[in-house]
């Protein structure tokens, strides 16, 4: 069992930044890849951006391409998400997952992902 808390939501105005955070606690996710996932108002989940195990490799929607940076710290176990540029349609709870599979490449499906947290509110104000 993995246990992810998701933490850097909030209010900011267009063209701000946030940092969000994802802790992850249990089994080790050092070997698993991580992703990113959202969830705008009256919309499905949506893919942001994901990371390989080892952190060597990303990928990311074309629509944050640019403005957003994932990255991840096998040390502490945390996976990060730096969104630059905002803009009012990144509003959305934002998600952590961890991948099904060990030693993957970036995976962009839902289903090839296995924990998820409970999310974090980002709201952009135009």
């Known amino acids: 069992q993995v246990q992810l808390i998701e933490s850097g939501g909030g209010l900011v105005q267009t063209g701000g930044s946030l940092r969000l955070s994802c802790l992850t606690s249990?089994?080790?996710?050092?070997?698993?890849?991580m992703g990113w996932f959202r969830r705008a108002p009256g919309k499905e989940r949506e893919f942001v951006a994901a990371?390989?195990?080892?952190?060597?490799?990303?990928d990311y929607a074309d629509s944050v391409k640019g403005r957003f940076t994932i990255s991840r710290d096998n040390v502490k176990n945390m996976v990060y998400l730096q969104m630059n540029s905002l803009k009012p349609e990144d509003t959305a709870v934002y998600y952590c997952?961890?991948?099904?599979?060990?030693?993957?490449?970036?995976?962009?499906?839902?289903?090839?992902?296995?924990?998820w947290g409970q999310g974090t509110q980002v709201t952009v104000a135009s």
């Open positions: 990371v390989s195990w080892d952190g060597r490799i990303t």
């Open positions: 249990g089994r080790t996710i050092r070997t698993y890849g």
């Open positions: 997952a961890v991948d099904r599979s060990p030693f993957t490449n970036p995976r962009g499906r839902e289903i090839q992902y296995e924990y």
